[in-house]
């Protein structure tokens, strides 16, 4: 069974940057898409970015273009997602998820597999 290991999650001021990293077990990484989520404390799960199984196709957030950059390393079966220019309004928790397909998608019910979280705080 597929498993997703996120880290790099941590308290930043705002203007800061973080650098998240997502492990995934097995030998299918490089053939499904993998995303980048997060949940703040009481409100929906949300799309944040996206990356196709080759790394070819990006797609993001509007709240997040400009700023934050998906990126994999398919050999070490790791995605990143790089954010920088941190505002407060980013803090929340931070989830990777495996895609059901090589094509990325923004919807949650497009992904079969979630890390457990990584908490992202920005600091005014």
């Known amino acids: 069974q597929v498993q997703l290991v996120e880290s790099g999650g941590g308290l930043v001021q705002a203007g800061g940057s973080l650098r998240l990293s997502c492990t995934a077990s097995?030998?299918?990484?490089?053939?499904?898409?993998m995303g980048w989520f997060r949940q703040a404390p009481g409100k929906e799960r949300e799309f944040v970015a996206t990356?196709?199984?080759?790394?070819?196709?990006?797609y993001y957030a509007d709240s997040v273009k400009g700023r934050f950059t998906i990126s994999r390393d398919n050999a070490k079966n790791t995605a990143f997602l790089q954010m920088n220019s941190l505002k407060p309004e980013d803090t929340a928790v931070y989830y990777c998820?495996?895609?059901?397909?090589?094509?990325?998608?923004?919807?949650?019910?497009?992904?079969?597999?979630w890390g457990q979280g990584t908490q992202v705080t920005v600091s005014s």
């Open positions: 990356i196709s199984g080759s790394g070819r196709s990006t």
């Open positions: 097995g030998r299918t990484f490089s053939i499904r898409a």
């Open positions: 998820a495996r895609g059901r397909s090589s094509t990325p998608n923004m919807g949650v019910r497009d992904y079969d597999t």
